[in-house]
Nanobody, 129 residues
């Protein structure tokens, strides 16, 4: 069951920018990892960016490093993904994910789907050439 809420997806031309937002509803706040994943039909869901909210450490996949920036607000209830220099291959459904604690830093790491137990329903990003 989805417990996070994403917003900000849409259509953009290559080279443009979009900003995604994710909110943790209710009284929950995340002291742990929060991340952004994306998935296209037929492919695995891949991690693109994550933040360890306690230390503010950030992690990026090689495909988005230098173009995307993950950030958090000081309530630990919202994260953002600023996506610049968009490419058609960035087209995907983008999902927000969260996991309490530091276990997300071990095992597969903060960009691994298996490190998360809270998910949103996704927001579509479409980049045209």
């Amino acid at each position: 069951q989805a417990q996070l809420v994403e917003s900000g997806g849409g259509s953009e031309q290559a080279g443009g920018s979009l900003r995604l937002s994710c909110v943790v509803p209710g009284d929950i706040f995340i002291r742990g990892c929060m991340g952004w994943f994306r998935q296209v039909p037929g492919n695995e869901r891949e991690g693109v960016a994550a933040v360890y909210t306690g230390a503010g450490s950030t992690y990026y996949s090689s495909s988005v490093k230098g173009r995307f920036t993950i950030s958090q607000d000081n309530t630990r209830k919202m994260i953002y993904l600023q996506m610049n220099s968009l490419k058609p291959e960035d087209t995907a459904m983008y999902y927000c994910a969260a996991a309490a604690g530091s276990r997300c830093l071990s095992g597969g790491g903060p960009l691994s789907r298996q490190s998360y137990n809270l998910w949103g329903q996704g927001t579509q990003v479409t980049v045209s050439s």
